[in-house]
């Protein structure tokens, strides 16, 4: 019942869709690389993801862009991880909006940063406070591949958030708990928890 986790050696950043500037996955995989202390990597191709538009919502459909982009790396067995990164509103039918959406211990994560971006929210824009929420996510989304679930530590990365106040209220590291559960699979040095 106690198997160690396979672990992870590397994250894979893909870029998703159009409008996503490289700039930002680059410096979100270099944050990314400090959080978990295991090496990320940016794909140079942009995954297509046209076939997930819902015409009348407007929106991508993130269960369908996460299965792709799990199948697309079935073959490859050195991708342990992989994020997807787009500037496309996603969306799941029960829901109006998500940032993000994760295979829960699975290999595949998504985050969007349509609506991390204060212009969504008809304020000035913000590059900062852009990459903090982007880190943010990230991390919860990479949190639920690791088989963590929400956390109940409002400061914790895994409390659960469906809003920009409050994914800024809380911090972009796990609590101790989570912490030791993420290490399992990054070999224990990793992610530094809340003090
Ligand atoms: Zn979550
Ligand atoms: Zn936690």
């Not at 198997?3 to 050696?9: G, I, L, N």
């Not at 996503?20 to 995989?29: G, N, R, S, T």
């Not at 799990?70 to 996603?90: K, P």
Request: charged letters at 20%; proline letters at 3%; one cysteine or more.
């Amino acid at each position: 019942m106690n198997a160690t986790p396979r672990s992870v050696e590397a994250i894979h950043l893909q870029p998703v869709g159009e409008g996503i500037a490289l700039e930002l996955v680059d410096e979100l995989a270099a944050r990314l690389a400090g959080v978990f202390r295991i090496s990320c990597h940016v794909s140079m191709s942009r995954m297509d993801v046209r076939f997930a538009l819902d015409a009348i919502r407007g929106q991508y459909y993130s269960t369908a862009i996460l299965q792709t982009l799990s199948n697309s790396t079935a073959e490859d067995a050195s991708v342990s991880r992989i994020l997807g990164v787009t500037a496309l509103d996603l969306y799941v039918p029960v829901l109006t909006f998500v940032f993000g959406e994760a295979q829960l211990q699975g290999r595949c994560a998504l985050v969007s940063l349509h609506r991390l971006r204060e212009e969504f929210y008809g304020l000035p824009p913000n590059n900062g406070l852009l990459m903090e929420r982007t880190v943010k996510e990230a991390v919860h989304e990479l949190g639920h591949t690791f088989g963590l679930r929400h956390c109940n530590d409002w400061r914790c990365v895994m409390a659960s958030t469906h809003a920009v106040e409050r994914l800024d209220l809380k911090s972009a590291a796990f609590c101790a708990e989570c912490a030791r559960a993420v290490g399992r699979y990054t070999g224990g040095s990793s992610t530094p928890a809340i003090s």
